[in-house]
């Protein structure tokens, strides 16, 4: 007899979590893997809370979604201003049961020597702090409801960092903070997954990579199958399909499945590679002469 198919944790995990009147917040939803997100869910019942710093974004969306939907502007890097979303969306629905922390910017292309300490400060204050604002205030409806939480990573987390060390750096810690929560949560009969994923068709890729000559060659040095690009659709969807499972972790496209589970090893490798690069090298003198230096 497997003993381990008796844990709670093992009962929770294998769950199925149907949406269906169930209120799922969700950040960064005005635009890219959210707004899909919202729509997905809104059609599988659910009703949505869309929270955006983008007031008008986010009116749109509710607006698209209907009666079922709620539209909230608030900064993630702004503690208060999410301990009020969550309150709204208490008071408005009678309960919240999911939650998704989407929201997420990139810095612009700089060697750790050259960016400005600024940028870096925005990054970590939306992609990690936000990320905890986001999760924390809610934690004692999802625990009430044996609800999810979904923080939303990237397979950035375990990818070489140059040229933009501040967004691998705040995922890795996203990782790391859902991990925590899974473990957390399985306690209290709730339960918490990791949503991981490659290059995605959204409008921050686009800005970073195909509207930016040093972010196109950053691109193109990606092997296949890690330059493979998904939409924001089919990012969304495998999120939805994850809460329906309760699944710990999710990662797409499926490319990137061999590299996260080698990492460890991958990378030692790589780092020696890319260090002894003269390709890389002379793209990050150029990163750095861009910005002056």
Same mark, same amino acid.
């Given at each position: ?99 998704? !922390?989407?929201? #997420? +910017?990139?810095?612009?292309?700089? @060697?750790?020597?050259?960016? *400005?300490?600024? %940028?870096?400060? &925005? ?71 990791? !949503?991981?994923? #490659? +290059?995605?068709?959204?409008?921050? @890729?686009?800005?970073?990579? *195909?509207?930016? %000559?040093?972010? &196109? ?74 910005? #002056?230096?």
């Amino acid at each position: 007899m497997d003993i381990t198919a008796l844990h709670p944790l093992s009962l929770l995990t294998r769950r199925s979590y149907d949406v269906r009147d169930k209120t799922v917040l969700i950040t960064g939803a005005a635009q890219g893997i959210g707004l899909e997100l919202a729509r997905i869910l809104s059609a599988r019942g659910a009703f949505v809370v869309v929270v955006d710093i983008d007031e008008i974004g986010a009116e749109v969306t509710a607006g698209e979604l209907g009666p079922r939907a709620l539209a909230i502007t608030a900064d993630v890097s702004d503690r208060a201003a999410m301990v009020a979303a969550t309150r709204l969306a208490v008071d408005t629905f009678g309960h919240l049961d999911v939650v998704v !922390a989407n929201a #997420g +910017v990139t810095p612009a292309p700089a @060697t750790v020597r050259t960016m *400005d300490p600024a %940028d870096f400060d &925005r990054v970590m204050a939306i992609n990690l702090d936000g990320c905890f604002n986001t999760v924390h205030p809610a934690l004692d409806h999802i625990v009430a409801a044996r609800g999810h939480v979904v923080v939303v990573s990237s397979c950035a987390s375990f990818a070489p960092g140059m040229a933009g060390s501040p967004y691998m750096m705040s995922k890795a810690a996203v990782e790391q903070f859902g991990r925590a929560l899974r473990v957390e949560l399985a306690a209290a009969g709730a339960s918490a997954g990791i !949503a991981y994923f #490659g +290059v995605v068709e959204t409008e921050m @890729t686009h800005a970073m990579l *195909d509207r930016d %000559d040093l972010g &196109r060659e950053l691109d193109e040095m990606l092997p296949w199958p890690l330059n493979v690009r998904i939409t924001a659709t089919h990012a969304a969807t495998v999120i939805a399909d994850g809460i329906a499972r309760r699944a710990a972790r999710t990662i797409a496209p499926s490319g990137w499945e061999p590299y996260a589970l080698l990492r460890g090893a991958v990378n030692v490798v790589l780092d020696a590679q890319l260090a002894g690069s003269g390709k890389v090298k002379d793209l990050l003198d150029r990163v750095e002469r861009r910005s #002056g230096r």
